[in-house]
């Protein structure tokens, strides 16, 4: 990733203008646009080569664009039933994603919306056959080989969330 050095007002201005990047792919995610929206949050719709969401300091803050999609990501994913089929039916295609992910350098968080965690997972508490032990395995597995940061939250804060994530990153590497 490129260096950047900024002080600490410019700092501040470059966060308030930022502008949330959306992958063209993602579904079912009126919830977080809508909180984008109510926040007056800007978003775009683009595709992202890996995760869901991203985001960029725009020229008229910075200059120049300055894109962080190879930088940082947010994989949202909707439920523990859709981790689930990813971790096992889709792994493949899974892997892929966060291998590129991973060969760019970027830091990648998982966001799954279903707040009981890992509690539910070792209930039981999902809609799929995978069995807990697995789910578990499959899941510390991925935390470990691709670095990635695993985050349960309840769908209505999954906007907070996205851009909190994204505010205190640009803040860190832009100092």
Not at 42 to 62: E, R, W
Not at 107 to 114: D, G, N, R, S, T
Not at 136 to 155: P, Y
Request: charged letters at 25%; aromatic letters at 14%; one cysteine or more.
């Amino acid at each position: 990733m490129k260096e950047y050095k900024f002080t600490t007002e410019k700092i501040k201005d470059l966060v308030k203008e930022m502008i949330i990047l959306v992958d063209s792919r993602e579904k079912k995610n009126n919830h977080i646009l809508e909180y984008f929206k109510k926040q007056r949050i800007p978003y775009q719709i683009t595709k992202l080569d890996y995760g869901d969401y991203s985001f960029l300091l725009p020229a008229s803050a910075a200059g120049t664009d300055l894109y962080f999609h190879d930088s940082i990501v947010v994989e949202r994913k909707g439920s523990l039933e859709e981790l689930s089929g990813n971790l096992a039916q889709r792994r493949q295609q899974f892997e892929t994603e966060f291998l590129k992910a991973g060969n760019n350098g970027a830091k990648i968080y998982l966001m799954v919306e279903h707040p009981g965690g890992y509690t539910d997972i070792i209930r039981h508490a999902y809609k799929t056959e995978l069995s807990p032990v697995a789910f578990m395995a499959s899941l510390k597995t991925w935390e470990s080989r691709f670095g990635c940061n695993v985050q349960f939250i309840d769908s209505q804060y999954a906007g907070y969330f996205i851009v909190s994530t994204f505010q205190y990153y640009a803040r860190e590497k832009l100092k």
